[in-house]
């Protein structure tokens, strides 16, 4: 199948910046479009809530409250997607989820699989 790992998580203060990278390892056949979610830890049973994706071609999709502050973009040869962020606030502290959209390969021939890694956490001080 396809697994997906992150890093890049860490601990700053209100308008600093980091960045997230997520790999992609696996028999993968093809990648869709990746992305990337979050969850407050203060809240484990929420669901994840789209932060930004970016697709096959490029095309990039943002939740309103990351426009301006957050990039997103890819590396198509390394299978890997990554997050800038810029500015951040108390309120962006969360575990960070990468996700994938993918075909990949085993014995029986190609199939489709919605992958997410386990996280890395974000914690923006005052």
Known sequence: QVQLVESGGGLVHAG?????SCTASGSIFSINAMGWYRRYRRSPGQERELVA??????????A????GRFTISKDDAKNMVYLQMNN?????????HCNADVYYNDHI???AMDAWGEGTVVTVLS
């Open 53 to 62: 994706r970016i697709s096959s071609e490029g095309d990039t999709d943002y």
């Open 88 to 96: 951040l606030r108390p309120e962006d502290t969360a575990i960070y």
């Open 109 to 111: 021939g190609v199939n």
């Open 64 to 67: 309103d409250f990351v426009k």
């Open 16 to 20: 600093e910046s980091l960045r997230l």
